[in-house]
């Protein structure tokens, strides 16, 4: 009796924490797909069960409750793992896809790689030479540039528009400095009548078709200027990471992403063209962060910087923290958890088409710069030692996730 109901708790486990199910009660029963690895392992012992389709990866089946429930079990009791498979008529439906088409998506599109595999940091010497580089100065120079050229940088404004044009230039004439031609400006339009268009940067890594890295914020201010903190300090923390990366002369394996969203105070409308660009090229990311307001420290919050808790993957958000201790020597009880309770900015359109997404942030959402979308949001609100503490947590997330190549000597002070 006992091992029964063992039995039972220990399976609904299995089926709560492995499949968000959202059962129909269709005697015939839903649709899934199941990695094609573990289909071959329990097919013909335990389980007799026909795919309707099938993929390089994965095949499709249709199962009763009990079905899935067994088949949980087995993979579970075979493999250990909760075995990848999903109920794929959900996702069909949230993305108004055919089954055909939601199959061949989860095939090969980026819910597979929506996971991170935690790891621990391997590349010491390459993230100091990176953090080495990094300049507190020029970063509070390019705001205040920012600021002087580009105070209204609206979605649907001309100067908005010219500020997107900016940033690509910006990327060009770096490239140029440093004798580099192949650093790649791609221009993502947001259609829907605005103005101003996504930019993102691409730097090549050895092997463009391992997963890459991609680090963004959003470029647009809502109606009132300049946003300093919301968000030029995320804007001009992408450029001073853009800067630094290519200044290293470090190479890595990995493609390199630097984005600038337009229109996210739109709604999130330029991430969410972003992302379908990446989908539709197929382009995988190991991981992305998100820089949304870095520049404001609460004097309220003991902690000295955050991290979102909502709509970024778990994995990826603990492994900032591993880099915060390790690099920038911040201990855990100062570094903080908050939520915002919503899709409160870009993360949240990478988080929901699978990409693993994670995002530091200045303060507690209760805390942070009550300035947003004012005529306040101003210089003299940021302090530039707060935001390079973001800048840090980039370098080391750019080089560790990024693997460079080639052999970097310890810095020495000599
Ligand atoms: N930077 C803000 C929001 C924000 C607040 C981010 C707190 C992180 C913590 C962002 O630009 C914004 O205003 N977002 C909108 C939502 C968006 C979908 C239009 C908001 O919060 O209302
Ligand atoms: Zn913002």
């Given at each position: 009796?006992?091992?029964?109901?063992?039995?039972?708790?220990?399976?609904?486990?299995?089926?709560?924490?492995?499949?968000?199910?959202?059962?129909?009660?269709a005697?015939?029963?839903?649709?899934?797909?199941v990695?094609?690895?573990?289909?071959?392992?329990?097919?013909?012992?335990?389980?007799?069960?026909?795919?309707?389709?099938?993929?390089?990866?994965?095949?499709?089946?249709?199962?009763?409750?009990?079905?899935?429930?067994?088949?949980?079990?087995?993979?579970?009791?075979?493999?250990?793992?909760?075995?990848?498979?999903?109920?794929i008529?959900?996702?069909?439906?949230?993305?108004?896809?055919?089954?055909?088409?939601?199959?061949?998506?989860q095939?090969?599109?980026?819910?597979?790689?929506?996971?991170?595999?935690?790891?621990?940091?391997?590349?010491?010497?390459?993230?100091?030479?990176?953090?080495?580089g990094l300049?507190?100065?020029?970063?509070?120079?390019?705001?205040?540039?920012?600021?002087?050229n580009?105070?209204?940088?609206?979605?649907?404004?001309?100067?908005?528009?010219?500020?997107?044009?900016?940033?690509?230039?910006?990327?060009?004439?770096?490239?140029?400095?440093?004798?580099?031609?192949d650093?790649?400006?791609?221009?993502?339009?947001?259609?829907?009548?605005?103005?101003?268009?996504?930019?993102?940067?691409?730097?090549?890594?050895?092997?463009?078709?391992?997963?890459?890295?991609?680090l963004?914020?959003?470029?647009?201010?809502?109606?009132?200027?300049?946003?300093?903190?919301?968000?030029?300090?995320?804007?001009?923390?992408?450029?001073?990471?853009?800067?630094?990366?290519?200044?290293?002369?470090?190479?890595?394996?990995?493609?390199?992403?630097?984005?600038?969203?337009?229109?996210?105070?739109?709604?999130?409308v330029?991430?969410?063209?972003?992302?379908k660009?990446?989908?539709?090229?197929?382009?995988t990311?190991?991981g992305?962060?998100?820089?949304?307001?870095?520049?404001?420290?609460?004097?309220?919050?003991?902690q000295?910087?955050?991290?979102?808790?909502?709509?970024?993957?778990?994995?990826?958000?603990?492994?900032?923290?591993?880099?915060?201790?390790?690099?920038?020597?911040?201990?855990?009880?100062?570094?903080?958890?908050?939520?915002?309770?919503?899709?409160?900015?870009?993360?949240?359109?990478?988080?929901?088409?699978?990409?693993?997404?994670?995002?530091?942030?200045?303060a507690?959402?209760?805390?942070?710069?009550?300035?947003?979308?004012?005529?306040?949001?101003?210089?003299?609100?940021?302090?530039?030692?707060?935001?390079?503490?973001f800048?840090?947590?980039?370098?080391?997330?750019?080089?560790?996730?990024?693997?460079?190549?080639?052999?970097?000597?310890?810095?020495?002070?000599?």
């Amino acid at each position: 009796m006992k091992k029964t109901l063992t039995r039972v708790l220990f399976s609904s486990v299995i089926l709560i924490s492995c499949l968000q199910l959202g059962f129909t009660n269709a005697p015939q029963g839903r649709f899934y797909m199941v990695p094609n690895q573990y289909l071959a392992m329990i097919q013909g012992r335990s389980l007799a069960l026909a795919p309707l389709a099938v993929t390089p990866g994965f095949s499709l089946l249709r199962l009763t409750p009990e079905e899935v429930q067994s088949l949980s079990e087995e993979i579970h009791h075979r493999v250990g793992i909760c075995g990848g498979f999903s109920d794929i008529q959900v996702q069909a439906e949230q993305r108004g896809m055919t089954l055909a088409q939601a199959l061949e998506w989860q095939a090969h599109g980026p819910s597979i790689i929506s996971r991170f595999e935690p790891r621990a940091p391997q590349y010491p010497n390459e993230v100091k030479r990176m953090l080495s580089g990094l300049s507190a100065d020029r970063w509070a120079q390019t705001l205040n540039g920012i600021i002087a050229n580009f105070e209204d940088r609206s979605a649907y404004t001309e100067s908005g528009k010219k500020f997107s044009l900016w940033l690509g230039q910006f990327a060009q004439q770096l490239g140029a400095q440093v004798g580099r031609n192949d650093i790649q400006v791609i221009n993502i339009p947001t259609g829907g009548g605005y103005k101003q268009d996504s930019v993102v940067i691409r730097l090549p890594g050895a092997d463009p078709k391992e997963p890459g890295v991609l680090l963004g914020g959003h470029m647009d201010t809502f109606e009132k200027k300049p946003g300093a903190d919301d968000d030029g300090s995320g804007t001009t923390t992408v450029l001073e990471l853009l800067t630094a990366t290519v200044s290293s002369g470090l190479k890595f394996k990995r493609d390199i992403y630097f984005a600038f969203y337009a229109a996210e105070e739109r709604g999130l409308v330029g991430s969410q063209r972003v992302v379908k660009e990446f989908e539709a090229r197929r382009i995988t990311l190991k991981g992305v962060l998100q820089y949304d307001m870095t520049g404001f420290d609460s004097p309220r919050d003991p902690q000295e910087l955050f991290l979102i808790t909502d709509n970024v993957n778990p994995d990826l958000t603990r492994f900032l923290s591993v880099l915060a201790q390790k690099y920038l020597g911040i201990t855990p009880d100062r570094i903080g958890q908050t939520s915002c309770g919503y899709a409160c900015s870009d993360h949240a359109s990478w988080h929901r088409a699978g990409y693993p997404a994670a995002f530091p942030f200045e303060a507690s959402f209760n805390n942070m710069n009550r300035t947003l979308h004012t005529d306040r949001d101003v210089m003299a609100n940021i302090s530039v030692p707060h935001a390079m503490k973001f800048v840090a947590l980039g370098a080391a997330f750019i080089v560790e996730l990024g693997d460079p190549i080639g052999q970097v000597r310890p810095l020495t002070w000599n």
